[in-house]
């Protein structure tokens, strides 16, 4: 099995709905480094699990859509405790997307998997796996 990275960044505010979470119920920010992670049990014709390139602009354009903004005032995370657990489902469910949609080009065809990881500090990290 192959397995191609790209990494990102994206800058939040939330807050969290629930007593369990204390402080973290009042907004506060989050700056997350974000890994997706293809995998594939074979390469393209040009030897690559997909293209790095494409791999980035899509990533980053998933992130554009909620970077710098406060969490809770967008509808589409309403009612939702952005967890990094969340947040992780999130960004997999928009790349498997534009993977079906053929945004990452044909090599994208033999993705089998898709890995996302969010530290949300050097301390914590989540991360969502998932088949396509
Ligand atoms: N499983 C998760 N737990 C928590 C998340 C999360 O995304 N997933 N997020 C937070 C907060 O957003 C923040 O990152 C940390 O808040 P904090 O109040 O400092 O929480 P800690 O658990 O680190 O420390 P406390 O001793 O509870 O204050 C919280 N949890």
């Not at 204390?22 to 390469?43: I, N």
């Not at 960004?91 to 949300?120: D, M, P, Q």
């Amino acid at each position: 099995m192959y397995s191609l990275t790209v990494a990102d960044h994206v800058m939040v505010a939330h807050s969290f709905k629930g007593e369990e979470f204390g402080p973290a119920q009042r907004v506060h920010g989050a700056t997350f480094v974000v890994e997706a992670e293809f995998r594939a049990p074979k390469l393209d014709r040009l030897n690559l699990l997909i293209d790095i390139a494409a791999a980035r602009v899509e990533l980053r354009k998933i992130l554009d859509s909620f970077d710098y903004n406060n969490l809770d005032e967008l509808p589409e995370f309403a009612g939702q405790n952005t967890s990094t657990e969340f947040l992780c489902h999130f960004i997999h469910g928009k790349l498997a997307e534009a993977i079906r949609a053929g945004r990452f080009g044909e090599g994208a065809k033999g993705v089998e998997s898709i890995k996302v990881l969010l530290r949300e500090s050097p301390l914590a990290w989540a991360a969502c796996e998932a088949p396509l």
